[in-house]
């Protein structure tokens, strides 16, 4: 998948984005979304760098603890832990459902992992199922398609969804994390511009997704444009999904983009 610039951010995007909101009487011509480039050759070593993934022991290989230079997990507050669990599974879920189970499979096996135990503490009393993602599990080793297990990926996201209701999380820090995650992380995934460790490549792309969703549910007129940053940050990979061998944009694209969006945060704080 070829990477395309998309921060060509003229009013009519921004009423895309935004829809029904008051930018929306901005629309006009280059409103239309952005699409997907034809798919590219395969890069090399593309699936080799999934080999940092760790299997069921954890992505990147760089995942110690918070991953990526942040606080241990032992000492994250709970609403970053699920914050960080729910990139994860938001990752796993758009490579299950873009025909790649073998890369969706220790993004989705996160939340139960032994490795990631300290990630888990305390969050049963939230409303965690782990029974949903052993399902889930079962369903990768019978090798079942996204179609066939529809209502367990369904399941799935939403537990994490009632996690993150049930957090009493601090939003605006919750998507300050997120994007420190993400760029972090996606440091690691992308080196001289090509995909180096596919797993912290798509991590970064769930932590994209669950900081957009967090913004959204905040609901305000104030926070539509920290909607619209989210919203082009994660357009900034492929629309089918996070693939191993996608084109990424360059690392500096993405700072830029975390960056406008901690712009638009701080006027939130």
């Given at each position: 998948m070829t990477y395309t610039p998309k921060r060509w951010i003229g009013l009519g995007l921004s009423a895309a984005l935004l829809g029904s909101t008051a930018l929306a009487a901005c629309g006009g011509p280059g409103s239309e979304p952005v699409k997907a480039d034809p798919p590219a050759p395969k890069l090399a070593g593309a699936p080799a760098s999934m080999a940092g993934e760790g299997g069921e022991g954890g992505e990147g290989g760089g995942e110690g603890g918070a991953s990526a230079g942040h606080a241990d997990m032992q000492t994250l507050p709970v609403?970053?832990?699920?914050?960080?669990?729910?990139?994860?599974?938001?990752?796993?879920?758009?490579?299950?459902?873009?025909?790649?189970?073998?890369?969706?499979?220790?993004?989705?096996?996160?939340?139960?992992?032994?490795?990631?135990?300290?990630?888990?503490?305390?969050?049963?009393a939230l409303g965690f199922d782990a029974a949903i993602f052993e399902n889930v599990s079962a369903a990768l080793d019978e090798g079942k398609s996204a179609a066939e297990i529809a209502p367990q990926l369904d399941a799935a996201e939403a537990n994490i969804s009632l996690l993150q209701e049930n957090a009493n999380a601090d939003p605006v820090g919750q998507i300050d994390f997120l994007m420190d995650t993400c760029i972090d992380e996606y440091k690691i995934g992308v080196v001289n511009g090509v995909i180096d460790n596919a797993g912290e490549y798509q991590d970064a792309y769930g932590f994209s997704v669950v900081a957009r969703d967090i913004a959204k549910?905040?609901?305000?007129?104030?926070?539509?444009?920290?909607?619209?940053?989210?919203?082009l940050l994660v357009r900034m990979w492929p629309a089918n999904g996070p693939l191993a061998d996608s084109t990424p944009a360059p690392v500096s694209e993405i700072a830029a983009q975390v960056s406008r969006v901690k712009l638009e945060l701080s006027d939130l704080r």
């Open positions: 609403d970053r832990r699920i914050a960080f669990m729910s990139g994860h599974v938001a990752a796993g879920l758009a490579l299950y459902r873009a025909g790649a189970p073998d890369q969706a499979a220790p993004h989705l096996l996160h939340p139960v992992s032994e490795t990631h135990a300290a990630e888990r503490a305390g969050i049963d549910r905040l609901g305000t007129p104030e926070s539509e444009p920290l909607v619209m940053e989210l919203e």
